[in-house]
């Protein structure tokens, strides 16, 4: 099995992640949607500017997430992701994610100017594609 090709497909298909924080030794997870650029090895999600999550990743950008499976149990993994404000607008990028998600809320005109975009880079990944079938791979 090619893990690196079941990597990209469920990076290209997937919409949604669990993104863990953790501020002072306290963790807090929430679901996010997601954009993964392949070229540029770069996850990219957005974000209300006023809430608690850019806090927490502005005091700690080190991150976790797992994709959320929309088939079985397949899903990517992540252990040591950093995080980052984007130096790319949410504008810029908003043509990706709403050809991913059309129904995605950057879709709203109001919305836009109230996000902040992140981006995710890391250098490994766990591909789980079931029980039986996962690897730890290079990105």
């Known amino acids: 099995m090619d893990f690196k090709k079941e990597y990209e497909r469920m990076m290209e298909k997937q919409t949604a992640m669990a993104i863990a924080t953790a501020v002072d030794g306290v963790p807090n997870v929430r679901i996010v949607n997601f954009y ?38 397949e899903h990517v993994r992540v252990k040591a992701g950093v995080v980052k404000k984007s130096s790319v607008s949410v504008e810029t990028i908003k043509a990706k994610f709403l050809s991913k998600m059309p129904e995605y809320i950057m879709s709203i005109p109001d919305v836009l100017p109230a996000l902040i975009l992140f981006e995710i880079t890391f250098d490994e990944a766990d591909v789980v594609i079931d029980f039986e079938h996962m690897e730890t791979i290079a990105v």
């Open 36 to 73: 993964y650029d392949e070229e540029l090895k770069t996850l990219y999600f957005s974000t209300f500017g006023n809430n608690q999550k850019v806090v927490e990743l502005g005091e700690n950008p080190h991150v976790a997430f797992t994709t959320i499976p929309e088939n079985g149990e």
